[in-house]
């Protein structure tokens, strides 16, 4: 579950082993990410980052996307492959992203 460290960050703990990401972990994200976007009066930059990037940042930047921007899987899914094909090519994201998927669709 997400810990509000201060009013601009939101830090969540999630393990970075293949295990899914958690249909609490999603919903804090995507909540504090809406609350910000709702506030019309400041411009808004994410940065979202983990111990490698190679896992959960791609997929909460996928939710993010899929959720909150409501981008389509697809388009989510290459705007997350050109950032890691220009920074790393890794390929371990893909069950995250599934997850993320499984809790958008129910």
């Known amino acids: 579950v997400g810990k ?3 009013e601009n960050l939101l830090q ?5 082993d293949g295990t899914s990401i958690s249909t609490q ?3 804090d994200v995507i909540k504090f990410v809406s609350e910000k976007l ?8 994410f940065y979202v980052h983990c ?7 791609p997929a909460i930047a ?5 959720y909150v921007y409501k981008t389509s899987g697809d388009q ?3 705007l997350i492959q050109k950032i890691i094909i220009d920074y790393g090519n890794h390929t371990n994201h893909r069950s995250y992203l599934y997850s993320i ?4 669709n129910s």
């Not at 709702?38 to 930059?45: G, L, N, V």
């Not at 111990?51 to 940042?57: C, H, L």
């Not at 996928?62 to 899929?66: C, D, F, S």
Request: aromatic share 6%; glycine share 2%.
């Open 4 to 6: 509000l460290i201060e």
């Open 12 to 16: 969540i703990k999630i393990s970075d």
């Open 25 to 27: 972990q999603i919903s």
């Open 38 to 45: 709702a506030d019309k009066r400041k411009t808004h930059r």
């Open 51 to 57: 111990k490698t990037g190679e896992s959960v940042s």
């Open 62 to 66: 996928y939710a993010i996307l899929r």
């Open 76 to 78: 989510a899914l290459k």
């Open 101 to 104: 998927d499984s809790f958008l």
